[in-house]
Structures are given as C-alpha cells and as structure tokens.
C-alpha cells in the first residue's frame, strides 16, 4: 500500500481540526507515507481537506497510531480526552501555550506539542505540506508521559522533516512569551501606530521599507486564535512586556539625552545576539550513537531528551530497545559526532552510564 506520492504506508495518523495548521499536518504525514484520516467539527472544512489532499478520509481517531489535535486553544483538551476515549494510541496537540493543557489532560498517552511555524495564510486553504520541514516543533512531556507514547509521536512529528526539541510545559510558556507571544503583540501594536499615522500621512505606509515589513509580517496572521493564547499564558506574556516596556524606556532616555556611545553599545549587542542565532545543525556531518541503560520506567526518555535539549544537542534519530530480562532497556540516539562527549558527560552527571561510537 502506498500514498498517493508513491511512498510505502509508515502507519495510521489522524487530525482534529482541519485549519492551517492541522490541513499542513495531514499534507506533511501524507508525504511521509502516512495515511491520514481527519476530523473537523465543520463538515466543509472536512470535505475541503479531502479534496486539497490533507487527509485520506474522513473519520474518527478510533484506530489511529497518532492523533494529532489542532483545534483553537479553548478546545484542546476537550478534543484531546475525545481522541484518547476513541481509542487513539498516542496524542499530541498544536498549541502555542502548555502549561494548562498539560494539566487538564493527565494520561500518560498525551504528549503535549507545539510546531513554532505558521503562515499568514487562513484556514484549510492556506495548508502546505512542507510548512514544518526544518522548523523547531516542541515537545513537552509530563512526568506522567508514558516513554513508548512519547517515541512514537516524536517519530511522527520527526517524519515532518521537523527539528524536535523537548522541554518541560512551564518552561515552553516561559520561552514562547519571548519569542512568539510577545513579538506578535508588539507588531501588530507597531502596526496600529503606523496606521494611525497614515491616516494623518497618506504617503506614510507606501514609504515602508523592507525592515518594517519584516518586522510587522507576523501582524498579518489571523486575529481570531490569539485572546486565547494571550490570556492563558498571561502571566508569562505580561512579565516580558514588562521588560520590553522597560528597556524602550531607557533606549528612549539614551536618545532624549543625546548619548550616543550608549545607543551604539546598546545596538551593537542587539546586532551580535541576532546575527548568532542557531541557523540548524548542517545534515553533512558526522554522526555518533549514544547508548543508554536505564530503567523501564516513565519519564525516562523525556528527561533524557529534555537534557540534551538543555545543551543544545540536536537528536537526528531516536528509538528505545526493551530487556527481555527484566525491567530495564536502553535508549539509543543519533546524535552530531562533534556534541556527542557533551551529551555523554551530561547524562554522566545525571548518573546515567552510556556509550558512545561513531555511526557507521
């Protein structure tokens, strides 16, 4: 059996929820062999994915091996329990906020997700399937995340062409502030200034440069999912603001009082911090396997990978090899052979035992 770009079946998945991002989820899985059977509570919406090629076919997530629920924020769980009771093997949501998700749904065949790409594209209509190829999608398993429901989605959203990070759910809402929340509010308030400057200067928006598009394009992205998720993650969002609030006040006494070596300081560092962003880990290099005895319990392999996450080591591939002699196993990972000592002595400090060889 094979999907319709020709590449062999890999397993069953299925989407609840058939916007932007969840019509971009079934159109990746599609081509990556997966066959996928969608869910929306419009019958439309349903029938437009099936004929844009998102999904497979219409259905419950009664048999899927991973379900992945891309509903509005206030819906998540709900949807979540919905697909567990439907006899889905492993679920994981969209998004942008965690924290409260990961409470409501307390099984450990949830692994809460959050895929850090978008579009200014709306709805079913807008879906790309290579909309998360090269992006960050994190994971934020719980402490009561079951380690084979965790594998098996981290391999799902991996087949995505998707760079797979892990983190604690607290944390995710803590980072996202910075770096979703917080720009997005402060482009479309950038935005609302500009335009009630145009209405006074008509040439005013026709003067904006590229460095103003770039800097406002997130503006354009549909309006009606962010109150959810400025408000659930309020008290994240509300201590950067803050902060920005803050160091635009002392950027504006600099200017006010004409000190420029400050201003130059100041921008300087803005410019090193930006130009020394990660760009991704290069695929032409060498790689090394990571071996790890650890019990069969749960938690194992989300505090492993949530460790390497912490020092920035990228896992190209991952899998956990059970005992037959008992409750013990050992988790094997892919990893950059330059990185590869780093992880070791990391898991070494965390009384871990493992292995390293080069791939060959």
């Known amino acids: 059996m094979s999907t319709d770009s020709g590449a062999p079946v890999v397993g069953r998945a299925g989407v609840v929820g058939l916007g932007l991002i969840g019509g971009s989820v079934g159109m990746?899985?599609?081509?990556?062999?997966?066959?996928?059977?969608?869910?929306?509570?419009?019958?439309?919406?349903?029938?437009?994915?099936?004929?844009?090629?998102?999904?497979?076919?219409?259905?419950d997530m009664s048999q899927v091996d991973v379900a992945f629920v891309a509903t509005p924020v206030r819906a998540v769980a709900q949807a979540v329990r919905a697909a567990l009771d439907a006899g889905a093997h492993a679920v994981t949501d969209v998004a942008s906020v965690k924290s409260s998700i990961a409470a409501a749904v307390n099984d450990p065949r949830f692994v809460p997700g959050h895929p850090m790409a978008g579009s200014e594209q709306e709805g079913i209509a807008g879906a790309r399937?290579?909309?998360?190829?090269?992006?960050?999608?994190?994971?934020?398993?719980?402490?009561?995340?079951?380690?084979?429901?965790?594998?098996?989605?981290?391999?799902?959203?991996?087949?995505?062409?998707?760079?797979?990070?892990?983190?604690?759910?607290?944390?995710?809402?803590q980072l996202v502030a910075v770096v979703s929340h917080v720009p997005h509010v402060t482009a479309g308030t950038l935005m609302r200034v500009a335009d009630s400057h145009s209405k006074e200067h008509r040439a005013l928006l026709r003067l904006a440069a590229g460095g103003f598009r770039d800097m406002t394009r997130i503006a354009a992205g549909h309006p009606g999912i962010w109150p959810d998720i400025l408000v659930d993650n309020g008290?994240?969002?509300?201590?950067?603001?803050?902060?920005?609030?803050?160091?635009?006040?002392?950027?504006?006494?600099?200017?006010?009082?004409?000190?420029?070596?400050?201003?130059?300081?100041?921008?300087?560092e803005a410019r090193v911090a930006r130009v020394n962003l990660p760009t991704g880990v290069p695929k032409d290099i060498e790689l090394a396997v990571v071996r790890v005895p650890v019990l069969d319990r749960p938690g194992e392999l989300a505090s492993i990978t949530r460790?390497?996450?912490?020092?920035?080591?990228?896992?190209y591939d991952l899998e956990i090899a059970h005992s037959s002699e008992g409750a013990r196993g050992v988790v094997i990972m892919v990893v950059p052979a330059a990185t590869g000592e780093r992880l070791v002595g990391a898991l070494m400090a965390h009384d871990y035992r493992p292995s390293l060889r080069p791939l060959e």
């Open 28 to 59: 990746a899985l599609r081509a990556a062999g997966w066959h996928v059977v969608g869910a929306d509570v419009d019958g439309a919406r349903c029938q437009a994915a099936l004929d844009l090629g998102a999904i497979d076919a219409i259905g």
């Open 235 to 268: 008290a994240a969002i509300t201590r950067v603001l803050d902060e920005v609030i803050a160091s635009l006040a002392e950027t504006r006494d600099l200017i006010a009082g004409g000190n420029r070596p400050a201003l130059l300081e100041r921008l300087a």
């Open 307 to 315: 460790l390497a996450t912490d020092i920035d080591v990228n896992i």
């Open 129 to 173: 399937s290579d909309l998360f190829r090269g992006a960050v999608w994190v994971l934020t398993p719980t402490t009561t995340t079951d380690d084979a429901h965790f594998a098996a989605v981290r391999a799902a959203v991996a087949s995505l062409g998707a760079d797979v990070v892990v983190v604690e759910p607290d944390a995710h809402d």
